[in-house]
């Protein structure tokens, strides 16, 4: 489960600090207000961009923590600017680093117990990996390249992918 997952979810969170990079950079270059763009969403009820990407942490850390067999570290969730959203991200690369790959012994049938719509809802580690931290982690990634892409911030593929 380690090399399913570790270098799996650091790809992602560096992914995701390499387009908002190139997303800021496009920002600043058409003189948009960064706090205004940070605060966009897709529909009035949909989260807007900075919380998309502290959730794309979250569920990197979640899940390298659940499998790994260690607690989640708890964020303030008091990111405000780009800067800070990257420094977020590198601290979630920095912890999942830092996990015991022997943690990971056994994960695939570990039990992860979740609390869903108030209810406690427990899977197997692969079935929790595979099935929710996974998609969970690519619909976050996936919202807020979509922000950006809406504004016209020239993202590919390959920038979603960390090419």
């Known amino acids: 489960m380690y090399a399913q997952s570790v270098p799996f979810l650091i790809k992602n969170l560096e992914a995701t600090i390499k387009f908002m990079k190139k997303a800021e950079a496009a920002i600043e270059a058409h003189k948009?207000?960064?706090?205004?763009?940070?605060?966009?969403?897709?529909?009035?009820?949909?989260?807007?961009?900075?919380?998309?990407?502290?959730?794309?942490?979250?569920?990197?850390?979640?899940?390298?923590?659940?499998?790994?067999?260690?607690?989640?570290p708890s964020f303030a969730d008091e990111e405000k600017t780009f800067e800070e959203l990257y420094a977020r991200l590198s601290k979630t690369v920095e912890f999942l680093k830092s996990i015991d790959p022997k943690g990971f012994e056994g994960a695939e049938s570990r039990h992860v117990t979740l609390k869903q719509g108030g209810k406690d809802v427990s899977m197997s580690g692969q079935d929790y990996f595979s099935g929710y931290a996974l998609p969970n982690l690519f619909f976050h990634m996936t919202t807020a390249y979509n922000i950006l892409r809406g504004i016209g911030v020239e993202l590919g593929k390959a920038d979603f992918m960390g090419r």
Not at 56 to 72: H, T, W
């Open 32 to 72: 948009m207000d960064k706090s205004v763009v940070l605060n966009l969403r897709i529909f009035p009820d949909m989260l807007p961009l900075l919380r998309q990407i502290t959730l794309v942490s979250d569920f990197a850390k979640g899940a390298g923590a659940r499998l790994g067999g260690v607690a989640i």
